[in-house]
């Protein structure tokens, strides 16, 4: 599913973010991405959405080079995956329901399509009576979810997260996992890079250890292994 071979980020600035990572996640896999503050996971999840370039190497994903591809193919690339982020990232003009319309490709679809999809995947995260309201007239926890909605409307087999449940409580936290076990039990291959400690070595996946751009342990069903 996900296949990074010997890539390497060296930013415009020198700093060598990534050094050398090779790495193969199979799909329906949920991996947690753990490591010390600038140990590169940013950059790492940044490489797999094509939000950055690697220096060097390869990024195979769903059979397409990420390090070869042209920039008007981007957008194809990424309407096989779902991003997520810290700060959810929603248009504050936009209403939840079309916050979610606005990422859904509409390549002939009438709107009851369009609606019938929208309202499935609010449905999902648990939102279908918040649908008219706006980003600033719902919680942390609900923008979240408005997020993961968007996410996930195009039937993404990959849904990347970086720091999901950063600038959220812990119940609400708890909250968003829970969405996220049910998506990847849907079968979408998930990756999140985190720095909750608990919720990793609560609900035991994979575990990627970055430090210094490198990969220094990969364990199935692994502990998060720093004090924070
Ligand atoms: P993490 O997510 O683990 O905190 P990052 O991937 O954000 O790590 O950062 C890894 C290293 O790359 C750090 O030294 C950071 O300062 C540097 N870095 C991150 N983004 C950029 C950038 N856009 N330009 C230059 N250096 C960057
Ligand atoms: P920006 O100009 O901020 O980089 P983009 O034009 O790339 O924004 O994307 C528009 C909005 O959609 C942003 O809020 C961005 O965070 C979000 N977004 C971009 N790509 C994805 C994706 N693959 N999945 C979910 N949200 C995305």
Redesign the pocket.
């Known amino acids: 599913m996900i296949s990074m071979k010997e890539v390497w980020k060296k ?1 415009p ?1 020198g ?1 060598m ?1 990534v050094n050398g990572i090779d790495i193969e996640i199979e799909k329906g896999e949920f991996v947690y991405v753990v ?1 010390p ?7 790492f999840i940044k490489l797999m959405y094509r939000e950055e370039k690697p220096t060097r190497g390869d990024i195979l994903i769903g059979g397409k080079n990420l390090a070869k591809i042209k920039e008007r193919q981007i957008p194809l690339i990424r309407r096989n995956m779902g991003v997520i982020f810290q700060d959810f990232k929603l248009l504050p003009s936009l209403s939840v329901y079309e916050n979610v319309a606005f990422a859904m490709e509409v390549i002939e679809e009438s709107k009851a399509n369009i609606r019938r999809r929208v309202m499935n995947v609010l449905e999902i995260v648990g939102l279908k009576n918040k649908a008219r309201f706006y980003p600033h007239e719902i919680s942390g926890g609900e923008q979240q979810r408005v997020s993961i909605a968007r996410a996930i409307v195009n039937n993404p087999s990959v849904l990347i997260a970086d720091e999901p449940t950063g600038n959220l409580d812990p119940d609400t936290s708890w909250e968003i996992m829970n969405i996220l076990e049910d998506i990847n039990n849907r079968g979408t291959t998930i990756v999140m ?1 985190t720095h909750n400690k608990e919720i990793v070595n609560t609900i035991r996946k994979r575990v990627i250890a ?1 430090e210094g751009g490198r990969i220094v342990r990969d364990e199935a069903k692994g502990d998060y292994g720093y004090e924070k």
Do not use: E, F, L
């Open positions: 930013y600035n700093v973010a490591g503050s600038g140990a590169g996971k940013s950059t890079a970055i």
